[in-house]
């Protein structure tokens, strides 16, 4: 019978992707999060965006006489969830609390009715949110939920919560950008990009380790936005980034590690993308969005390097050994045709 406590959540992890430590700490770098801030993670899972917030908010306070005093201000006040999944929202509250958060603001329901008009509280259909404000974001919405909710939308409505100023940092499948997702037609995609354009400014999109989140073939972006009402994109260029090689390698039976570079990797990203460094167009480019462009690194780069008879066979070489590697191992499916 104790067994059975677990099962819903054991489901509920098998069906969902849950972003990587490392991914969820890099993210908080990324839209500097500190403890001036109010953070909230719409599609909250186990908490790991809260806690990655949390301890950037701390790991910045002063070891003085305020310390506990901010720290209590900090995981009392200004961490805000919102999770669907009743067995999973359980994991979650827990996560915050053993972490010192005893006071988290978690909030179980539908996200999409969690508004934060105070005129709406006598809609029993509303979740009223308790946030002074929201500045800071970070997400991982759930995937391929098609036209019941496509991930632009969780994206979208996140925005419309945040304070003027705000930043929002979301990591969701490459397929968004391209063509909307599942269940999304093409002028639907194109009018939520203007949406963006027209109050937001989309300050980078990186495409990220296309390993990121083995043993799924999911291939994402991290997109960082700024909401600017009333000033939008303007002429304001957005930078491409390409952080595929981010410095970890998939090893059989461990998963992916770090190879040694990442932490090289992973600064050369922050200080690109916080501190305005230039980099080789092979991992930066500047360009300015439209609506009909593109939204993509790869969409804009040209290699001037034309590849040789040998570089084509090295690439077939490795291909074949990768496939061999991965039916070796159970996921010959990787490579079924459909």
């Known amino acids: 019978m104790k067994n059975d406590i677990f099962k819903p959540v054991k489901s509920y992890i098998l069906k969902s992707v849950l972003t990587p430590k490392h991914i969820t700490s890099l993210m908080a770098e990324l839209i500097e999060i500190s403890p001036k801030d109010y953070l909230l993670d719409p599609t909250t899972g186990s908490g790991s965006f809260l806690v990655a917030g949390m301890n950037r908010m701390i790991k910045s306070l002063s070891h003085d006489q305020s310390y506990q005093e901010k720290f209590n201000e900090i995981v009392s006040n200004h961490l805000y969830g919102v999770e669907n999944e009743p067995s999973i929202y359980s994991v979650a509250a827990s996560n915050m609390i053993l972490r010192g958060d005893g006071k988290s603001n978690m909030t179980y329901g539908d996200f999409f009715k969690y508004v934060r008009n105070v005129e709406e509280k006598e809609n029993s259909d509303f ?38 100023g705000g930043k929002l940092a979301v990591i969701m499948p490459i397929s968004v950008l391209v063509s909307g997702g599942k269940g999304v037609k093409t002028s639907e995609l194109k009018e939520f990009k203007q949406w963006l354009l027209d109050d937001y400014y989309i300050n980078s999109i990186i495409t990220m380790n296309p390993l990121t989140f083995y043993p799924t073939a999911t291939q994402t972006v991290v997109v960082i936005i700024e909401k600017r009402v009333g000033v939008g994109q303007g002429k304001k ?18 998963g992916l590690v770090p190879n040694g570079t990442n932490k090289q990797k992973r600064e050369k990203l922050i200080d690109v993308v916080v501190n305005g460094a230039d980099a080789p167009e092979d991992f930066l480019i500047k360009a300015e969005l439209t609506v009909d462009n593109e939204w993509l690194h790869n969409a804009h780069y040209t290699n001037p390097d034309k590849p040789t008879d040998g570089d084509f066979m090295q690439t077939i070489q490795d291909y074949v050994a990768f496939k061999q590697n991965m039916i070796l191992h159970g996921r010959g499916d990787l490579f079924d045709e459909d």
């Open 127 to 164: 979740i009223v949110s308790k946030a002074p404000h929201i500045t800071k974001v970070l997400m991982n919405p759930p995937y391929s939920q098609g036209k019941k909710a496509p991930e632009y939308k969780f994206v979208k409505h996140a925005l419309s919560l945040m304070d003027d």
């Open 237 to 254: 260029k957005t930078k491409l980034i390409n952080f595929t090689d981010d410095g970890y390698t998939l090893i059989p039976k461990k």
